[in-house]
């Protein structure tokens, strides 16, 4: 391991000396074996966050952060000097008011603003408005339990593990006190990583027997506690690099080999580490635990100490720039509808589309702390995320403006509450329905079936728009124009076009019931596409 990793890495872990032996003594002269130091356990996770902090504060990328400034217009600035060379395609323009609030509040909290909110923000005055909104967001309780369902979606989509073992909600609950608070994703990544859930004697797995309430420990117990899952989900999630292919083999498309995934599947072993041969499955050769960039910590360590330098490698590594750039490169793609590269999907030999964007917005990130408030506002001040909604066919024309993007599970479900009232079968029917997988690009989701037919058929969500207290508004308002106005406020957050203003006149004109009028209006509009999609 070169001398400045050490010293920046595990300096408050392990000494320089261990990690960089003495080679001034002779080859000839035989060394006396030093015994192991000392080190404490760190068995628990006060313990292990305390050793991470201390590195942390060894860190010096956050020294070198002090005093530098990253805006908004810098992102604008350099992203549009790099995306408009080489192309034809204009950037798009920015969006008005009342389209702005509706994304960002979605991007932000996750449902459409109120009729009320969207005046009174279309007609406040003030030039730096959309700042003030998007500062007013990000401090809610609303944007850290969006942040806290991403995530719990990210780690539990596809996960096998025995629901027994498992507390989802822990998980979700945990996260949102961590984004509340302002915690750093460093932070947080570092208390998932290092945890090491352990069976509690006598207790049932369904009565909490692996310490699931505990939130942080069901990362890993997503990964059903094997060392193979954890590692790979830890690579693919937190550095976005898929290393399972080589599991088994070499990876058929990148340079991991089948020793690196082994190695650095040791790191969570609970005691030695073993690979099985690839030729013949009852040989088996000890691993040392190994990190992806050749990190080795000491032998001698303990599996709880070998976790906590693990964390300490994948964040930590000054020279590990994947870290910071995996969550940026989610962020983005959930935010502007394409990654600078495919989710989960960065190997050695993978193109980032405008790399040099992409490096400086994750090296600002690291500067700042990870902090996912400060990404948000970046994001979401500049012209980038502010522009048009736009279909785009070339990666040359990427970020000129927003891809299309269909809204979460979670967030259909908010939107479909916030029109009916609270129904938690409801909600969880839509977010059961909708779900799809996180890591999946966003230009690659598509729509189901069986989403439509629920927002068509379920009986419950008819009834309940029909007595919903946005319907009996609707009712109430005498003139059509109002009517017609009102309900595309407040279902689908904006004022409706001519064209359609004109169609919805004459059918609510034509109808000789004006209740059924109403109700079939509300269907209508919530069953459009543009109801579960971001524009």
């Not at 006598?202 to 309430?213: E, F």
């Not at 995320?385 to 070339?394: A, K, L, N, P, V």
């Amino acid at each position: 391991m070169p001398y400045r990793l050490s010293r920046s890495i595990l300096f408050a872990l392990f000494s320089v000396a261990l990690l960089c032996p003495d080679t001034s003594v002779a080859a000839k002269k035989p060394v006396k074996k030093k015994a192991p130091p000392n080190l404490p356990d760190l068995k628990t996770p006060e313990d292990k966050m305390k050793f991470l902090e201390m590195i942390r504060g060894s860190f010096p990328v956050l020294r070198l952060g002090r005093g530098r400034t990253y805006r908004s217009i810098d992102l604008d600035e350099q992203l549009e000097k790099y995306v408009t060379r080489g192309t034809s395609t204009e950037l798009s323009p920015v969006i008005d008011d009342e389209t702005f609030i509706r994304r960002v509040f979605i991007d932000a909290i996750g449902h459409i603003p109120t009729k009320a909110q969207i005046h009174k923000f279309v007609e406040h005055p003030a030039e730096d408005k959309r700042a003030l909104l998007i500062d007013e967001l990000i401090e809610s309780d609303e944007f850290a339990r969006k942040q806290a369902r991403y995530w719990r979606s990210v780690v539990f989509f596809d996960t096998n593990a025995n629901k027994n073992t498992v507390n989802p909600q822990a998980f979700e609950d945990w996260l949102f006190k961590e984004f509340k608070a302002g915690t750093g994703w460093d932070r947080i990544v570092g208390e998932m990583v290092s945890a090491t859930p352990t069976r509690k004697k006598g207790v049932k797995s369904q009565d909490n027997g692996w310490h699931q309430d505990y939130g942080p420990n069901n990362f890993v117990l997503a990964n059903e506690r094997k060392p193979e899952l954890i590692a790979s989900a830890t690579a693919r999630i937190y550095m976005g690099i898929s290393i399972e292919c080589a599991e088994c083999h070499d990876h058929p498309f990148d340079d991991w080999k089948r020793e690196q995934f082994h190695e650095m599947a040791a790191f969570f072993a609970p005691g030695n580490y073993y690979m099985t041969d690839q030729y013949d499955p009852t040989e088996k050769s000890k691993v040392e635990a190994k990190f992806l960039l050749g990190e080795k910590p000491p032998t001698y360590l303990k599996p709880d100490q070998r976790r906590v330098a693990g964390a300490a490698y994948l964040i930590y590594n000054p020279d590990n720039y994947w870290f910071a750039r995996a969550y940026v490169n989610r962020t983005w793609n959930e935010l502007i509808g394409d990654g600078f590269y495919s989710v989960d999907s960065l190997g050695q030999d993978k193109e980032v589309i405008h790399k040099l964007v992409a490096n400086k917005l994750s090296a600002s990130f690291r500067y700042a702390g990870f902090q996912p408030k400060w990404l948000y506002r970046i994001v979401l001040n500049s012209r980038a995320y502010q522009r048009e909604i736009g279909t785009i066919e070339d990666d040359a024309d990427l970020f000129t403006a927003v891809r299309p993007a269909r809204l979460r599970a979670y967030e259909v479900a908010d939107n479909v509450q916030q029109l009916i009232g609270e129904n938690k079968n409801m909600w969880k029917a839509i977010d059961t329905t909708f779900a799809q997988n996180p890591s999946i690009p966003q230009r690659d989701l598509e729509g189901e079936v069986q989403q439509a037919l629920l927002m068509m058929n379920n009986t419950t969500l008819i009834s309940r728009l029909a007595n919903s207290p946005l319907k009996k508004e609707l009712v109430a308002v005498k003139n059509d124009d109002q009517l017609i106005k009102d309900a595309f406020l407040g279902v689908l957050a904006r004022t409706p076009a001519e064209e359609e203003k004109g169609r919805y006149l004459r059918f609510v004109k034509e109808s000789t019931n004006r209740n059924e009028a109403v109700d079939d209006l509300l269907w209508i509009l919530v069953n459009s596409a543009e109801f579960v999609t971001k524009r």
